[in-house]
Each structure stands twice: as C-alpha cells, then as structure tokens.
C-alpha cells in the first residue's frame, strides 16, 4: 500500500519576519510624509523656527485622519537633539537620534501618552498635575500626549484647567478628539487647535496607489478609486480596505507572487473591489436609477435583487443612488461635472448626461428625498432588501406623478365631454352691488405659469338681477367716485383711474350707490365694460344693504352725519369715524335687537366693554347732532354682524364649491378644499384652491380665522 502523501507545510518558516498592518507599516515619521495637512504643517514649521512654541495643542478631525500621528510627530520635533546631540527642535526630526528613536518605538519617558476613554477620572489628570512640576529625565520637554481627550469627565476636565493655562516651562500637551463639540470651551481657550481636514478622493487614491505599489500588488486605477470613496477621507480605513484587497492575491510578504495558476492571480480589478465591499457597480447603479426614473417597477426591482445576489449591500445600494442622483442635479447645474463620478465611465458619463437632459430638476428633488428617508428604513428594517423594494417601488410611482402645474395643464388642454361639462361663461358687465369693484387677482406666478381657464356664458338679463335697484339721487356738491373699469384696461382721458381698494377690515355688504347710476352722475357716459363679478357680490345680493349717500369731501370741519338708516350702517359710522375699538365691538360682540330713528336696543355680549351703550349713544349724538337711546336688553335679538357676514360667506363658498369647473380641481386634486371665493370666477382658480387639505377661513375683517 503506498503510503499518503504528506500535507502540504502552511506554517510559516521561523525567519519570517512579523506581519504589520499597512497603518502602522507606513504611519508617517517626518512631516513630509504628512499628506493633506498643509496648514498645520507650515504653521508648525514657523513656530518651531521663530521659537512661538505654544504649550498646548489641540487636534481634532475625523477617524484615521493622523492626529495621534501628528502628536508624536510634533514630540519628536520637539526633542530631537540631531545624530551628533548638540541639535535642537526642528521641523525635520533625525529619526536617529535617542529621543527619535525612543518615541517612535513608544518607549520615552519624557513623552506620556494616555488614552482617554480608558482613564477619564480625576485621578489619573492628578498623575499627571503631579509629573508635570519635575523636569524632564533626559529630553528639552515632557510632553503629555492625551489621546480622546473628549472622554475626560467633568471633574477631571476642571482639574487640569489650572496647569493647562499656566504649565511650566518645560511641559508641553497635545490633545486628539474626534469630538471638538464635547470638550468644554474652557480648555479650547488654553490650546492651539488645528483642524486636520478629511482627504479628497484622488489624494486619496494617489496616496493608496504608491502604497500597493511598494507592497508589489498590482491594482488597477479603477480599484483604487472605490478605495478611496469608500474610506470616505480617513487615510487608515484606506489602508485597512487596502490590506483585505491584497489579502485576495498571491502577493507574499516579499512582494513575489506565489502560485500563478491560482484564481486569485492577477491584478485587482474593480469588479474584485466591489465583490469585497458589497458594493454595486456604478453602471448596473445607473441601469437601476434609469428603470426607477422610467417607472418600470418590475425591472427595477429584479435589477436591485440581481445585484443584492452579487453581494451589494441594501443600504450601500440606497447610498449609490443618492449618489446618482446629487450626480445628475450637479450636472444640470454644471455640464463639466460628467467626470466627477467615482468609479464612473466614459461611457456612464454620457448616459448620465442624457439622463439629466430628461429629467427635471423637481423630480431629482423628490428622490432625493424620498432616497434620504428610504436610508433610514432600509438601516432600521428587519429585512433590508424588503425596505429597499418598498422604497424602488415608491420611487417608480412617484416618477410616473405630474406635477402641479402639468395638472393643470391637462384641464387647460382637455377635450371632448369632460370639457364641455365644465366649460366657463364668457365675462361680461358687471351689475352694480354693494361691494367693492373686483380686482385682477395678484397672486404670484399665477397669470405666468399657469394657462387661463375657459371662459363662461354670458349672466342673465341685468334687469333680473335683484342688485339693480334705482340709485337714491346725490347731491351737487357730493364726491362721486370713478366709475368702475376692468382691471387690465390703461387709464385714458373718458376713463379715469379706479378708486383704491376699501380698507382689508371693511365688513361684507359695505359699499356705496351702484356704478352704473354713478356714472350717470358724472356724466362719464355709458359703464364700459368690466370682468363679470365674482360669487361674493351675488351673494351679498341675496341679502341686500340699505342704500346711504356717500360721504362728502370734507374740506372744513366735519358736519353733522346723516342718520343711520340700519343697524349695520351704525356700525359702519364708527368706523369712519375712526373709532375702531368701539367699532371692533359693535361689528363682533353686539347682536342687535331694535333699530328705529334715534333709539337702539342691543344685546352685547361678554367681550363687549361696560361702558359701551353710554359711549355709543354720546358719540352718535355728537356725529348727528339729534338724541340717541342705546338700551341694553335681555332679548337674543338677531345674530352679530360678524355671524351674518360669515353666514353669508359660508353660502357663497358652497355655491363656489358646486361650480362645475372648481368641483373638477378639487377632484384632480387629491387632498385640496376650497378656502376662499374672492375676484371674478374667470381668474385662476388656484386662488381659491389649497393643496395642505385645510385651508384658512377669512372673516370679512381680513384676519385670518
């Protein structure tokens, strides 16, 4: 019987020379080899050469950046005495002398390094009060090295603030954090901080590609650019990333490579990159990113389960398509960004661009958000591939949304049925009514961005309208206003400019004598045409206001007020009058139970002021020169005028709300009620109509109710 072949040796020979990770391999020994500071390198190289020294520095920056490197770094620079011992502090340690050589080896008694998060009491500062007084043993200085000093406790942090603002000569400290936020302001005041700054990617990759150069590990260009955006700036996580990546090669310890015919030979591609990260190739990413944007919710998602069957992770995968999408925003923005994807083609560059050619930047906004959100669920969910399914398939019928103006758009531009059903009358002459003019409304973007609304039919015979009542006749000495106009028609010389709108706190059924009689009045010739009126006006008509003469130009003293005719008219007197509080009261909290010439019998409420019946009689006999009762009485009487202007309101809304074409938005728009009626019905509807799905109810005073 043969005998069995012997096992192959895998224990290393005993020569061999101990394995160290690439961090501390190449951890750098002179600021030289500092890469990507420049700022704290050059200000140290001033200090130390015009002898400004500071006794306490402070470094702070992100993981793997070099602060506890640079730590020592400024140790040695400090206590180097040079080869022959005669030396002094220099930028450019000798790494021969003793002092170099025993701080790179971590064993000089002069330099205590201490580590934070594992001594955070006040008893381990006092250890280092207490050393701080005796000179150093063998070096210029003693310096302390506090590694995480952001874990130090509150006590301990106050304890040291004494020595670290006044320590002797002879000591220096250098603390590391990567939590500047958590160390008290009071020990920032007493250091010197420098902000070691995250490196880019190419000065990243650079430093990676030289690195597996010396290790004789060949690794192609686009490997080592997924290594660098994964270490996302930290030089150690680059290094360690690095080191799993050669770990997959025949690359010995001497740099030889071992058995050719193994499959792990030959130089490291991106494809092994990725396979090894759980990362997704930046094509299939935008393969994906194309069926997401295109709506095809079924591509999408058996592209994202063939690359979790890759190996890409569910959360890198979301991570890749936030990067795709700021990709494309940044290269509608700026069309040289084409190049800025890392890992990306040529080839994926061009698809980018056209990508971002189709898309808008509304649309790009919402993934982005959607994207954000979707991080957080796929990282909390109990089953990270289900998040990220739910969240591709939010994202395809997102795509597939119009936006608001499309919508709008598409009413604008239908046909058939549908259209004639809701088709608007033409405008026309509006009637004359107690309220004031409508205006063209001014709501921003409105007239630009979104196209006109049909036209309605022409209104009914003017005759039959209950508004057009025969004007009380003026007299000569009277101020007539001008006559109404259409909103966009130019001023000419028979057309004189319109009045300003009335005050935002004038009640609903306040107005004055009918613009065709004014007209007349003026003798300004037939009422030119104007848009037709707008819901309120035919609803302030179903309960019309008594008629008054409008006020006079008063060039002298006021003269005495007409009477009022009506309880509303009172209220209104207050008002021109300037008596706003008394009119706030009246208008809100007063519900009239009497009205007739010279007496007033009210009920007020529990707002109203106790003095108000005494107030409003004197003031109505001193406007009117005639005697007034204002009696307060027990009975309900009728409702304030506020209810009533709100009643009235509330009746023109549910009218608005069974127009043809608003009951049309409201329905396209899911979610959207109808808030307000103001202006004619031929303006765009979107004035009237609030996507929040409550809106804000508007009381005739103009606050918001």
Not at 288 to 316: H, K, S, V
Not at 637 to 644: D, S
Request: with cysteine.
């Amino acid at each position: 019987m043969a005998d069995s072949p012997e096992p192959a040796k895998t224990v290393p020979p005993q020569d061999a020379p101990e394995y160290r990770v690439l961090a501390r391999k190449y951890r750098p020994a002179t600021f030289d080899e500092l890469i990507g500071q420049d700022v704290l390198v050059r200000t140290l190289t001033n200090a130390i050469r015009l002898n400004r020294v500071h006794h306490a520095f402070i470094l702070t920056g992100v993981r793997g950046i070099g602060k506890t490197t640079t730590a020592r770094l400024i140790a040695r620079a400090l206590n180097c005495v040079g080869p022959d011992g005669a030396g002094g502090p220099t930028i450019e340690p000798c790494g021969a002398c003793v002092h170099c050589v025993a701080i790179a080896e971590d064993r000089d008694v002069d330099v205590m390094e201490m580590d934070a998060a594992s001594n955070t009491g006040v008893d381990d500062v006092r250890e280092i009060i207490d050393s701080a007084r005796y000179r150093p043993v063998a070096a210029k200085f003693k310096i302390y090295i506090i590694d995480e000093v952001h874990m130090l406790s509150r006590n301990a942090f106050n304890a040291l603030l004494k020595t670290l603002e006044e320590p002797p000569e002879h000591v220096k400290f250098v603390f590391a954090t990567t939590e500047i936020r958590k160390v008290p302001v009071t020990i920032l005041s007493r250091c010197q901080r420098f902000d070691l700054r995250r490196l880019d990617e190419a000065e990243l990759a650079a430093h990676l590609a030289d690195i597996a150069g010396r290790e004789g590990a060949a690794v192609s260009g686009e490997a080592v650019a997924l290594l660098a955006r994964a270490a996302d700036g930290s030089v150690r996580d680059g290094l360690s990333l690095l080191d799993r990546v050669i770990a997959q090669t025949n690359v010995g310890p001497d740099g030889g490579s071992d058995d050719a015919s193994d499959e792990a030979a030959g130089p490291i591609t991106a494809g092994r990159v990725r396979a090894l990260l759980g990362m997704a190739d930046r094509s299939q990413s935008l393969d994906l990113f194309e069926r997401i944007a295109t709506g095809d919710a079924p591509g999408a998602i058996d592209r994202a389960g063939a690359m979790y069957r890759d190996g890409a992770a569910p959360l890198l995968v979301v991570q890749d398509l936030m990067d795709i999408v700021h990709w494309l925003t940044r290269l509608k923005l700026t069309p040289d960004a084409a190049a800025s994807g890392a890992g990306a083609t040529a080839t994926d560059g061009q698809r980018a661009a056209a990508l971002s050619g189709r898309l808008q930047m509304g649309a790009l906004s919402r993934a982005w958000q959607m994207l954000l959100k979707g991080a957080a669920e796929v990282q909390l969910a109990p089953q990270p591939m289900t998040a990220l399914e739910m969240l591709i398939v939010r994202l395809c019928y997102a795509a597939e949304l119009p936006t608001p103006a499309d919508l709008v758009r598409r009413l604008d531009n239908r046909s058939g049925p549908e259209a004639t059903a809701v088709s608007r009358p033409a405008p026309a002459a509006p009637a004359a009514g107690n309220g004031p003019a409508p205006t063209a409304p001014d709501r921003a973007g409105s007239a630009a961005a979104e196209p006109p609304l049909p036209e309605r039919a022409a209104p009914p015979p003017e005759e039959t309208r209950p508004e057009e009542a025969p004007p009380e006749e003026f007299r000569p000495g009277d101020a007539l206003p001008a006559p109404v106009r259409p909103a966009d028609a130019p001023p000419g010389p028979g057309l004189p400019e319109a009045p300003p709108d009335p005050p935002s706190d004038m009640p609903a059924g306040d107005g004055g004598p009918p613009a065709a009689a004014l007209a007349r009045a003026a003798g300004s010739g037939p009422v030119p045409d104007a848009p037709a009126p707008g819901p309120e006006i035919a609803a302030e008509a179903s309960v019309p206001a008594p008629s008054r003469p409008p006020a006079a130009v008063e060039a002298a003293p006021a003269a005495p007020a007409a009477p009022p005719a009506d309880f509303r008219a009172l209220v209104d007197l207050f008002r021109e009058r300037k008596e706003m509080i008394l009119y706030g009261q009246l208008y809100n909290s007063v519900h009239p139970v009497s009205f007739d010439a010279g007496r007033l019998e009210i009920r007020p409420e529990a707002g109203a002021g106790r003095e108000l019946s005494g107030r409003v009689a004197a003031l109505l006999q001193e406007w009117t020169g005639e005697r007034w009762i204002v009696a307060v009485s027990d009975a309900p009487g009728a409702p304030t005028l506020k209810q009533q202007d709100a009643a009235a309101r509330q009746q023109l809304m549910d009218e608005a709300a069974q127009d043809p074409l608003v009951r049309t938005v409201l329905d396209r728009f899911e979610g959207s009620v109808l808030t307000n009626v103001s202006g004619p019905m031929s303006g765009p509807v979107s004035d009237s109509v609030s996507d929040s799905g409550q809106g804000d109810r508007t009381d005739p005073e103009g606050d918001a109710a």
